[in-house]
């Protein structure tokens, strides 16, 4: 369900889908990620352009970009129309990069948690803290993610797609620290089988292979209990505990570790990885089912940063298959 090749986490410097595709495909033959340009503005970032997937299931969810972020209007203005009119865009380069191809592919959507996190009411107040809205907005988004999914499989026959959940938003949902429309207090924290509860709901209304991005300490315990077969994260920072790991991949998830990071090196991502896989205590051969990522988005490096760190991953990802000692 889930491949053993190295695939980007998502995000993309500039702001031309174009050339963001032609690299991603070009660096990442054997899992091409869908890029995303949150350079272009507002209604390119994972908030809102998973808002814009949301129109297709009900226009209640648009959102109008405001000083503090966004805010959900329930009518389609141009924040939106622009939000759609780029991801239409990004599909179509997209399709015409992977014409003929046959393979995995991935899509990124912003999770339901850091999306009503990231969101406020026309009061100012956070949307996370309507325990009913969030319910209903992950049933919602796992239908949007399958209509989606549909529609690349429709353009790209021959594509195998894998779905990531983005929850950079997710550790401060459960940690309690998600501020006040004042921002002088913070939310009531959400209990971890809730969270648990929702994301699970939502993958299982999304009905594909789905990744759980996050790096938040109990990621791995999340993404088991919510059912996904593949859990990402920054291999660098929270959450890379090789024993935790190791018990997420006995328990079969896939392990997407993002140990590439900007500027690195081939030799040095390679050591840093079998070092810490060597911690784990899992047998060398057993590194052969991880999915190499870079550490995060790349929105923030060079282009020239940005190709380099996709080949370091492909490559990486080549020497661990190698690796049997």
Known sequence: ?????????????????????????????????????????????????????????????ALAAVPT????TGQVGPDMRRARSWLGEDLDRFEEALTGYAGPAKLQFCGPWTWAAAVEDVSGRRLVRDAGFVADLAEALGLAVRMHVAEVQRRVPGAA????????????VLAGTVPTASGLGRLAAVA????VDLLDRCRDRAAVPAVLHC?????FDIARRAGFPGVSWDASGVGFDPESAAAAHEAGL?????????GGTLDGAWHAFREWW??????????????????CGLA??????????????????????????
């Open 192 to 195: 971890a089988p809730q969270a």
């Open 69 to 72: 972020g966004w805010c959900r």
């Open 215 to 219: 790096c938040a300490a109990a990621l």
């Open 161 to 172: 797609i894998v779905v990531q959940f983005d929850e950079p938003g997710l550790p401060a």
């Open 278 to 295: 060597r911690r784990t205590g899992l047998a060398a051969v057993a590194a052969h089912h991880v999915a190499i990522t870079p550490a």
């Open 1 to 61: 369900m889930i491949p053993s090749a190295a695939t980007g986490v998502g995000s993309m410097p500039g702001t031309s889908p174009a050339e963001a595709t032609a690299v991603v495909v070009g660096e990442l033959p054997g899992w091409p990620a869908l890029p995303e340009l949150p350079a272009r503005g507002a209604g390119a970032d994972m908030v809102g352009r998973t808002a814009a997937a949301l129109l297709a299931v009900d226009p209640a969810f």
């Open 300 to 325: 923030g490096a060079t282009a020239p940063q940005a190709r380099a760190t996709l080949a370091t991953a492909r490559d990486l990802q080549r020497r661990i298959a190698e690796w049997d000692a």
């Open 254 to 262: 896939r392990l997407l570790p993002g140990a590439v990071s900007p």
